[in-house]
């Protein structure tokens, strides 16, 4: 039988305020009874489905609840997981430029975010269509439904499945809430850029037998242009500026006649042609966060309830990147050739500045839809099954692209000097110019449940194990336009990829509580994908509390990350990763 506990009704008015997050314990939860004895409700705590009583598990659980999420100023869930200790680096933030750039993720202990395991409310959270391997968008989670985040520095791959190697964010939303919250708040840095907009309303009614919670929030934060952070005041350094391959000496050299000092062109110490990055990029994207949700329980008797939750979030950005830099070929005898009549063309380290700046525009929407029921079969056997679907919505657009092989005849023919590029007419530059774009999508149906049972006691308490299952089918698709597939598209990177695949899962874990203060939980966790395979993930946990304020806890498991669709179907695509090789500088 629930138990609903009611937060007193009255209307809240409160501005944010900035401040260092600090983290508690995992609470516990009491009751008042009618002759005023406090009681342990049994709660389920991050890297476990058993439900206990004890606040001290075998894993290490740290909470960030409301209080501290309020205190801290931030205006996102990703800007909340960013500030802990426990993402000290390898997080993605909405990044100008980026292939993902609306994507913000968690990576917990540096093991990369696609080995973080994100979750709301015990349950994977949407899977992201831009990058699908990288992680769980955090930007896909409304922070106005956030009750408290729950950060495991654990592997639970036995719990959870995969994924969840480097630990584990399970973000609780609101349930218990009477009354109605007004939220506004507006923040501005030192440095110019990444001001901060943040207005929410949360709602929430509830009665002996039905809770429900729902509101809406916006957020907005400005660019950040690179030229106005600490640090960003430098010359960015390229030989991407204009310059051109001297065939008698090996080397680059600046293109004769261009004076290298218009717009962010300069001369650098050795006398070649550099361009500055630095003074038209912007670092981070300009970000727009809106979203509804609700959630909803209803307790039909005293041993069935049903519940049910629905949030959608539109993100959009806007990201500026430096002009195209591209290696370009002129023929022999051409007017912009170097050297004419000796059988060579001439190679040009150009940055296409005439041609504008690159411009990214998306627009991204998440679904979220779950029902769900809950009940006791017996007073020792409760059960937990239900319904979700998630369809994550990804648009990309970018101006100011290069088409690769337009500027050598344009060049070829006179039209775009490169002794003169911002001399060339608005009709050439459209005429190798090009707009690209890029539609995403990842949608998710699963099917879950799993059994509670107590099975005997012992000198520590109950001994409870639970069994459980999931399905789920994945359906993705990342579809780039058509030049940019065909690889001929400067300033770019990425291809598409498609593919879909069914996952199943059945686990247990197994709680033994040998006396109060020392106990083992066994754990294991069989997943079966239809195009990568099968995996079984073990776990032993112990916890050992020799005095009130000494606890010892030790645990060995193993635990796997399936590989991506996108890795599995992506066609081949250019990168601009650096590489070192000592051997072929040598021999060039």
Known sequence: ???????????????????????????????????????????????????????????????????????????????????????????????????????????????????????????????????????????????????????????????????????????????????????????????????????????????????????????????????????????????????????????????????????????????????????????????????????????????????????????????????????????DNTPNDIVRGDGLGTYFYHRFAAAGNRDNFTDTTNSDYLVGFQGQLTDTIGVDFGLRRTDYKYIELGRGYIVGSLPSQAANAGLYLFTDPFGASQETINSFTVTINRESRWQTNEIYGLMNFDLFEMGGGTSNAVFGAEYREDTFQDQYDSLSEAGVVLGSAGNSSAGSREAKAAYFEWLLPFTSTFDITLAGRFDSYSDYGNDFSPKIALRWQPFENLTFRGSYGEGFAAPGLDILTQKPSFSASPVNDPQSCIAL
């Open 1 to 331: 039988m629930s138990n609903f506990n009611q937060l007193s009704g009255a209307i809240r008015f409160a501005l944010l305020a900035g401040a260092a997050s600090t983290f508690a314990a995992v609470p516990a939860f009491a009751q008042e009874t009618e002759d005023s004895a406090a009681t342990l409700d049994t709660i389920e705590v991050t890297g476990s489905r058993l439900k206990r009583a004890d606040i001290e598990g075998a894993v290490p659980v740290v909470v960030i609840d409301r209080a501290q999420i309020d205190a801290s100023g931030d205006v996102s869930v990703a800007d909340v997981l960013r500030d802990s200790t426990f993402s000290s680096f390898g997080n993605f933030r909405p990044q100008s430029g980026s292939s993902a750039q609306s994507l913000a993720t968690i990576d917990l202990r540096g093991l990369g975010s696609g080995r973080t395991l994100v979750l709301i409310d015990g349950r994977r959270a949407p899977t992201n269509p831009m990058a699908a391997s990288s992680g769980s968008d955090l930007n896909a989670i409304p922070l106005a439904a956030v009750e408290r985040i729950e950060i495991l520095s654990d592997g639970a791959s036995a719990v959870y499945g995969s994924d969840a190697i480097g630990g584990v964010v399970n973000i609780i939303l609101r349930k218990d809430f009477n009354g109605a919250e007004l939220r506004y708040g507006i923040g501005a840095t030192e440095v110019e850029g990444g001001d901060l907009e943040d207005m929410s309303v949360v709602f929430g009614s509830s009665s002996d037998r039905t809770r429900i919670v729902g509101g809406a929030s916006s957020s907005k934060r400005g660019m950040v242009f690179t030229r106005d952070q600490i640090g960003g005041g430098g010359l960015g350094v390229s030989l991407y500026g204009n310059n051109y391959y001297d065939w008698d000496t090996g080397n680059p050299a600046p293109v004769p006649g261009f004076a290298c000092n218009q717009g962010a062109f300069y001369v650098l110490g050795n006398g070649l042609c550099s361009f500055n990055f630095n003074s038209v990029a912007a670092n981070e994207a300009k970000v727009g966060n809106k979203s509804v949700f609700i959630r909803a329980d209803h307790q039909i008797n005293d041993n069935w309830s049903i519940y049910a939750a629905a949030n959608t979030t539109k993100v959009e950005t806007f990201g500026r990147y430096a002009p195209v830099p591209g290696l370009v070929l002129v023929d």
